[in-house]
């Protein structure tokens, strides 16, 4: 089993940027392909970014291309999200999300593995 634990969330204004980061645990050589997702209060869970194993292959939402960028290091099996030029839409929380398989997927029920989520507020 993997463990997947985020971290960076916070409050900032818009305008501002914020870095998250997601630590893989456990069964490691099992995480391929990992991404984020959000949910924003009273939606569903929507998908945000995900990137292959070796950092080749990014794809993103419509909404936050140009503004997020998805990173990994696979030597200390971390996942990252620079957030740029945030706006009030992009309040959620963030999730973390992994799987065995090499495909990304914009679908999030095609996602195995789940961390917590960490909270990210911007104020306008």
């Known amino acids: 089993q993997v463990q997947l634990v985020e971290s960076g969330g916070g409050l900032v204004h818009a305008g501002e940027s914020l870095k998250l980061s997601c630590t893989a645990s456990?069964?490691?050589?099992?995480?391929?392909?990992m991404g984020w997702s959000r949910q924003a209060p009273g939606k569903g869970r929507e998908f945000v970014a995900a990137?292959?194993?070796?950092?080749?292959?990014?794809l993103y939402a419509d909404s936050v291309k140009g503004r997020f960028t998805i990173s990994r290091n696979i030597a200390n099996h971390t996942l990252y999200l620079q957030m740029n030029s945030l706006k009030p839409e992009d309040t959620a929380v963030y999730y973390c999300?992994?799987?065995?398989?090499?495909?990304?997927?914009?679908?999030?029920?095609?996602?195995?593995?789940w961390g917590q989520g960490t909270q990210v507020t911007v104020s306008s």
């Open positions: 999300n992994s799987r065995d398989g090499t495909a990304l997927f914009r679908d999030v029920t095609k996602w195995d593995e």
């Open positions: 456990g069964r490691t050589s099992s995480v391929n392909a």
């Open positions: 990137i292959n194993r070796n950092g080749a292959i990014l």
